[in-house]
């Protein structure tokens, strides 16, 4: 007969009390828990059944220092808080670390969010103390990426990003499919002069972007005109380029701003010069709290972001050997219309 699991109060089970119970040594108890070493189901069904019955918890500190594990994991991106989440705290960024949060925590694992930091200070990832790292939409030579290579530490990326190896893991965005969306929705509706607003660094999505871009205007003979602006300028930025756009050619009639800062800020500028929509139309990439608070609403992409975290989460933790389940695929991107541009088809 078993004893009572402890009361409130009582002192908490060990793993010495667990071994006494079963009638085996701390070190079974240890590897039966962690499903490691060599350990008989019988003698492993009666571990688990006495560490039922004493209400026995591993302590995670202990279960840290005997496996060298923190079950930890961090969120970064070398991408600009301008961008990354601006004042609000709300975006891109945030919402890939809110997902992945609640997926890692499905696991018993935390989620370290690390803030936005110039590319200067990337060192100090190197102090935390985590199993593993989601990047979020890397660039080319990301200083992130580089530092998780030399470390050894595993990573996944959001989005892919180039000069990825083979072997490194990464959660498709499907930046074509966003690109070509955006691209047909502004070929239907007839525009004539669409520019593109891109950020400086090389990043798998504003690639995608220019070459959607670039490929319609020798199909339609649109003129070619791209603004590359350092993705630390955010709104400002957006606002200052778009000026610039409207103000060299009066005759603009669409502007593809590819971060959703940028799209904010290139919505008051037109604002601001009276080219209200449909005489200019503004589209970005980014379906999230910027896009659908600004004036007029941003016409967006929808990345479903949650589901790529989420997947992101999957695929680290089976790096790390905390599950074998395979992750789930990702929903195809969808254009979300608002008043910044129209459906064309609501429109006839």
Request: proline content about 7%; hydrophobic content about 40%.
């Given at each position: 007969m078993h004893d009572e699991p402890p009361t409130t109060g009582a002192r908490r089970a060990r793993i010495a009390d667990v071994a006494r119970a079963a009638g085996v040594s701390a070190t079974t108890v240890s590897h039966a828990l962690s499903n490691s070493g060599r350990v008989s189901e019988q003698t492993?069904?009666?571990?688990?059944?006495?560490?039922?019955?004493?209400?026995?918890?591993?302590?995670?500190?202990?279960?840290?220092?005997?496996?060298?594990?923190?079950?930890?994991?961090?969120?970064?991106?070398?991408?600009?808080?301008?961008?990354?989440?601006?004042?609000?705290?709300?975006?891109?960024?945030?919402?890939?670390?809110?997902?992945?949060?609640?997926?890692?925590?499905?696991?018993?694992?935390?989620?370290?969010?690390?803030?936005?930091?110039?590319?200067?200070?990337?060192?100090?990832?190197?102090?935390?103390?985590?199993?593993?790292?989601?990047?979020?939409?890397?660039?080319?030579?990301?200083?992130?990426?580089?530092?998780?290579?030399?470390?050894?530490?595993?990573?996944?990326?959001?989005?892919?990003?180039?000069?990825?190896?083979?072997?490194?893991?990464?959660?498709?965005?499907?930046?074509?499919?966003?690109?070509?969306?955006?691209?047909?929705?502004?070929?239907?509706?007839?525009?004539?002069?669409?520019?593109?607003?891109?950020?400086?660094?090389?990043?798998?999505?504003?690639?995608?972007?220019?070459?959607?871009?670039?490929?319609?205007?020798?199909?339609?003979?649109?003129?070619?005109?791209?603004?590359?602006?350092?993705?630390?300028?955010?709104?400002?930025?957006?606002?200052?380029?778009a000026t610039r756009l409207l103000t060299a050619d009066p005759q603009t009639d669409a502007i593809i701003a590819w971060v959703d800062a940028f799209a904010v800020g290139a919505v008051q500028a037109a604002t601001a010069l009276g080219r209200t929509p449909p005489a200019v139309r503004i589209v970005t990439r980014f379906d999230g709290p910027r896009a659908r608070a600004s004036e007029p609403a941003v016409t967006a992409v929808r990345l479903h972001l949650p589901e790529a975290a989420t997947a992101g989460v999957d695929e680290l933790l089976r790096l790390l050997g905390a599950t074998t389940q395979p992750r789930a695929p990702i929903p195809r991107p969808e254009l979300v219309f608002r008043a910044s541009s129209p459906d064309h088809q609501q429109q006839a």
């Open positions: 492993r069904e009666r571990i688990l059944r006495a560490a039922e019955d004493l209400g026995y918890r591993p302590s995670p500190r202990a279960t840290a220092l005997r496996s060298g594990r923190s079950r930890t994991i961090a969120v970064a991106s070398s991408m600009s808080a301008a961008v990354a989440g601006g004042a609000a705290r709300q975006g891109f960024y945030l919402e890939v670390a809110a997902a992945a949060a609640e997926r890692a925590f499905d696991y018993g694992y935390a989620l370290v969010l690390v803030p936005p930091i110039p590319d200067e200070l990337i060192e100090t990832l190197g102090h935390l103390s985590v199993d593993g790292l989601l990047v979020v939409e890397p660039a080319q030579d990301d200083p992130i990426v580089r530092l998780a290579r030399r470390d050894g530490v595993p990573f996944v990326s959001i989005g892919s990003f180039p000069g990825a190896t083979d072997a490194e893991e990464q959660i498709d965005l499907q930046s074509d499919t966003a690109a070509e969306l955006v691209i047909d929705h502004l070929v239907r509706a007839g525009v004539r002069r669409p520019a593109l607003i891109v950020g400086d660094r090389p990043r798998t999505s504003y690639a995608a972007i220019e070459h959607a871009y670039r490929r319609a205007a020798d199909d339609h003979g649109w003129p070619p005109v791209v603004e590359r602006i350092f993705e630390a300028d955010g709104e400002d930025g957006g606002r200052q380029a």
